[in-house]
């Protein structure tokens, strides 16, 4: 997979191709079916396939504000490698990107780009206000002798498969619903920095994370977890939120990692939430707070294996 990053003047002389477009955060399972559908048209008509993605994402600049989001940009071009695009196109979304029309947008990816077939959800929005949709899409392409495919979206549990969908289960403690619908664990990336070494004196020594980029986060409360550390997979319960034991003021990711006694300070680690166990609880004792932590460990192992 090569990665392009380009601005307005890029010019490539590429071989045709077929580009998928989205803002694809999260990569869920309707994004999966919009890929699938590009390398089908890579195979049947022999394009070169491409991913085309804002570095930031559009409503950061549309509303002025950093939203939170279930991938960083380095996230998506992780998971693209694997799923064998030839191309990522990147490029910054900004006023001058915002302001476009639809159809310089177009003519941007048919003629630069040389862009044969785009592969876009039925609910894509682009250019100058919103102006572009799936309509002007298909107008355009036909007019240009091109073509395009339209992906329905997907549902689960009667609810639409989308990234928004996805954030709300996120947020409200729902983590195997988000799962279920991305296809995959909901995960954080970040560096392990040094707590109040808490755990360690109640005998459950903790990594704690300080996350590398503004995600979603989770509904306060205690998870099943996997903690990735240099490429090996290990279960793991976390602590997210504000310490009501302790009277924490900030919230913390604190990461029991089960058999595991490494220094991993400084090191940059990946948590995966598999199921919510509990609410984070204001305990009266130090000895209240170990016996549940005793008993969200067996609760664990006896999960463990559902997720091997």
């Known amino acids: 997979m090569e990665h392009f990053k380009l601005n307005l003047e890029s010019n490539f002389k590429f071989d045709d191709i077929v580009v998928a477009l989205g803002n694809f955060d999260g990569f869920h399972i309707g994004h999966q079916k919009l890929i699938s559908e590009l390398n089908n048209v890579k195979l049947n008509k022999g394009y070169k396939s491409a991913v085309f993605l804002f570095v930031n994402h559009t409503k950061d600049l549309i509303f002025n504000q950093n939203f939170s989001r279930i991938m960083s940009f380095e996230d998506k071009l992780k998971k693209l490698e694997s799923f064998k695009i030839d191309y990522v ?4 979304f900004s006023e001058k990107i915002k302001s476009l029309t639809p159809i310089e947008f177009l003519d941007f990816l048919t003629i630069n780009l040389n862009v044969k077939h785009i592969v876009v959800g039925k609910d894509y929005r682009f250019s100058k206000n919103r102006e572009g949709n799936i309509d002007f899409i298909e107008s355009y392409m036909k007019e240009k002798q091109l073509s395009c495919t339209i992906i329905e979206k997907l549902s689960y549990d009667n609810n639409e498969i989308s990234s928004t969908k996805i954030i709300e289960y996120i947020k409200t403690g729902k983590i195997e619903l988000a799962n279920t619908m991305l296809g ?5 990336k970040g560096k392990v920095i040094q707590g109040f070494q808490r755990g360690r004196n109640l005998g459950y020594p903790t990594a704690n994370l300080d996350m590398s980029f503004n995600y979603v986060m ?3 409360g205690v998870y099943l ?8 997979e290990y279960f793991s319960f976390s602590s997210v939120g504000h310490n009501p034991t302790f009277d924490n003021k900030k919230s913390t990711i604190e990461s029991h ?12 680690i990946e948590l995966c939430f598999l199921k919510r166990l509990r609410d984070n609880i204001k305990f009266n004792s130090i000895e209240e707070l170990i016996e549940q932590l005793k ?3 067996i609760k664990c192992r006896e999960l463990i294996n559902e997720y091997k």
């Open 89 to 92: 196109f990147s490029i910054d």
């Open 184 to 188: 995959d664990y909901f995960s954080i």
């Open 218 to 220: 989770v509904k306060e």
């Open 225 to 232: 977890t996997k903690t990735i550390v240099d490429g090996k």
């Open 257 to 268: 990692i089960f058999d595991f006694h490494e220094d991993i300070y400084g090191k940059d």
């Open 295 to 297: 008993k969200d460990e």
